[in-house]
């Protein structure tokens, strides 16, 4: 049944580098929330479907100058570091999650701190147009159940993930997984108890699987994470080559980069999503495109971390999947239109090149 006929202009993409619109549509969404038709003017019920949502008093007009736009889906945000956006962007990535994050995301063992956070965090990220985002949460059952709950209350179509950290040589005694063991049996509980409050609601929500990446996760807890993921038919998302740091690091314990180490454990799947990507090489894109593997551009956060600017225009022309990430709090602003602005702006710096001791033709 429908509940509420929207009349009026919209716009949505239908590809990298199209847009469509459609004048004076209605569109009939039912009491999921879900859109259930389109009409045009055109169409031979419009008229009747429309007047009848009018006598029925489900009938929103838009006013001249407002348009319908899709909501934006955040790739990449890290739930827990609500607290901390606009902060703490003052060290590189090894340091600012010891000395900050870290910390900040231990305190996820409270559930009634998280309550506050995650609250505020849903509500802001619809506030700024987001309705759909892939969340990681902590490594906390409860703390991300109130994640996913929120989610829920307020509308936000979520993909929710639990942290699995369980190497000792990169995380703190204070906020990690006991073993691997442990991580896997709680992430196994986390996917159930998401696919029953999937049932229960009858709205879009998902546990997604979530080594935080290659340094964090012991062998064992990646093994089992593959597993897991292909058991359930589950997303994954992780970060790939999102530094200098990170992507020596796998060279330096495995001898290859951490795109060839995620899919070796089975990873990257055609519902996986891996972030930043700034250091990775031809050999990984096509790794990641035969795979299907999506990549969560995060613009504003790898001015910060990310040690390079993706070439995003070269990876759209060789056929790899993109969106866009907040990143949260890697990235200042929950806003993923501030992030298409950074987008363009780290395009041309990338373009232009920023070193003036070379020729200008030869620094981009």
């Known amino acids: 049944m429908t509940e509420l006929a929207i009349s009026g202009t919209y716009f949505t993409s239908y590809g990298p580098d199209q847009v469509q619109t459609v004048k004076d549509a209605l569109i009939m969404i039912d009491q999921a929330g879900m859109i259930q038709r389109i009409l045009k003017p055109s169409d031979q019920e419009y008229k009747q479907q429309r007047e009848k949502a009018r006598q029925q008093d489900r009938l929103m007009e838009l006013q001249p100058g ?85 989610a829920v209350k307020q509308g936000l179509q979520g993909f929710v993930g639990q942290v699995v950290m369980d190497n000792p040589d990169q995380t703190p005694e204070y906020y990690r997984n006991s073993s691997a063991a442990e991580a896997l049996q709680s992430t196994e509980k986390f996917i159930q108890a998401v696919v029953d409050l999937q049932k229960q609601t009858q709205r879009t929500i998902e546990p997604v699987i979530t080594p935080r990446f290659v340094p964090s996760c012991t062998d064992e807890a990646l093994f ?78 790898n001015i910060y971390f990310g040690n390079g600017v993706l070439p995003v225009k070269r990876l759209l022309a060789v056929h790899n999947k993109l969106g866009l990430g907040s990143d949260i709090s890697g990235g200042y602003t929950p806003s993923l239109y501030h992030n298409a602005r950074q987008a363009v702006k780290s395009s041309q710096q990338l373009t232009d090149g920023v070193d003036n001791h070379l020729p200008s033709a030869k620094r981009g």
Not at 125 to 130: E, H, S, Y
Not at 226 to 252: K, M
Request: proline share 5%.
């Open 224 to 301: 089992g994470l593959g597993r897991l993921a292909h058991q359930y038919d589950l997303p994954v998302q992780s970060h790939l080559s999102e530094s200098n740091w990170e992507h020596g690091y796998a060279i330096e314990r495995y001898g290859q980069n951490d795109t060839d180490v995620m899919d070796h454990f089975g990873l990257l799947t055609d519902r996986s999503v891996m972030a930043h990507g700034t250091q990775l090489t031809e050999k990984d894109w096509q790794t990641l495109r035969e795979r299907q593997t999506a990549i969560a551009h995060c613009p504003i956060s």
């Open 66 to 150: 407002q348009y319908i736009l899709p909501g934006f889906i955040d790739l990449h945000v890290h739930a827990p570091q609500w607290p901390q956006a606009g902060l703490a962007l003052d060290l590189p990535l090894a340091q600012w999650l010891n000395h900050y994050t870290f910390p900040l995301e231990a305190k996820f063992s409270d559930p009634a701190y998280a309550q506050k956070v995650y609250h505020d965090f849903v509500h802001t990220l619809l506030a700024n147009g987001t309705t759909a985002a892939m969340m990681f949460g902590t490594i906390h059952f409860s703390s991300n159940m109130i994640l996913a709950k929120e």
